[in-house]
């Protein structure tokens, strides 16, 4: 009865950390999207202005590509399923972080897209 409970337990957890992390990356594209939503059209200037100096440029023939990287540091999981006589564990470690590549085509921003890592 008590590794029944365990187990069942330990289940409502993974699903209610799994169902947060899928909300904080919603939240996050959602607050993304609304930032710079607005600035499609804009000169390279005034997407300056607005998110500050892009973490990387690159150039692909007429198309110009700001980058902008953020990192939220580390985040790890650990586990730990007991047994009778052995207790079996182990870990994950990742970065929290968010990506946003603006394009731009003779100077005006044309569209961007983003990955969000929780």
């Known amino acids: 009865m008590k ?20 909300m ?8 993304i999207e609304a930032r710079v939503n607005p600035l499609v059209g804009s000169t390279k200037e005034q997407v300056i202005l607005e998110l500050g100096v892009p973490t990387r440029m690159e150039t692909v023939g007429a198309i110009e590509v700001f980058r902008y990287y953020r990192s939220y ?3 790890s999981k650990v586990f730990l399923a007991p047994g009778d006589y052995l207790a079996t564990g182990g870990g994950r470690t990742w970065e929290a972080y968010d990506i ?9 921003m044309v569209k961007w897209d983003c990955f969000v890592q929780r």
């Open 3 to 22: 590794r029944t409970i365990l187990y069942i337990s330990t289940l409502l957890v993974f699903f209610l950390l799994t169902g947060c992390a899928h």
């Open 24 to 31: 904080a990356v919603q939240r996050r594209l959602t607050e």
């Open 73 to 75: 540091g580390s985040r």
């Open 100 to 108: 946003v590549n603006i394009y731009f085509k003779n100077g005006i």
